[in-house]
């Protein structure tokens, strides 16, 4: 069974920086395709970036630009810098498999406040 463990959330300032990791245990990392997803109050979860076993990434509109995805296989993590960040950005945040997710780890919760 897949255990993700994200971490690295936060209070930080409009335009302040935030680096999110997560450890995805109990499966072969380097084959999978991955994910960061958030989750605002009242919003559906939504995928903000991913990443392939290549390394090639792609983002959300709203983050392009400001955050960037990256992995390490053999720590089997998953990164996601994000700056300039905005109240926007506000949520919790979850990495899982890009496609077919597996179950989903607790979160960390990203706050952008002044």
């Known amino acids: 069974q897949v255990q993700l463990v994200e971490s690295g959330g936060g209070l930080v300032q409009p335009g302040g920086s935030l680096r999110l990791s997560c450890v995805a245990a109990?499966?072969?990392?380097?084959?999978?395709?991955m994910g960061w997803y958030r989750q605002a109050p009242g919003k559906q979860r939504e995928l903000v970036a991913t990443i392939t076993i290549g390394g090639s990434t792609n983002y959300a509109d709203s983050v392009k630009g400001r955050f960037t995805i990256s992995r390490d296989n053999a720590k089997k993590t998953v990164y996601l810098q994000m700056n300039s960040l905005t109240p926007e950005d506000t949520a919790v945040y979850y990495c899982?498999?890009?496609?077919?997710?597996?179950?989903w780890g607790q979160g960390t919760q990203v706050t952008v406040s002044s």
């Open positions: 899982n498999q890009f496609g077919s997710t597996w179950d």
């Open positions: 109990g499966t072969i990392f380097s084959i999978r395709a």
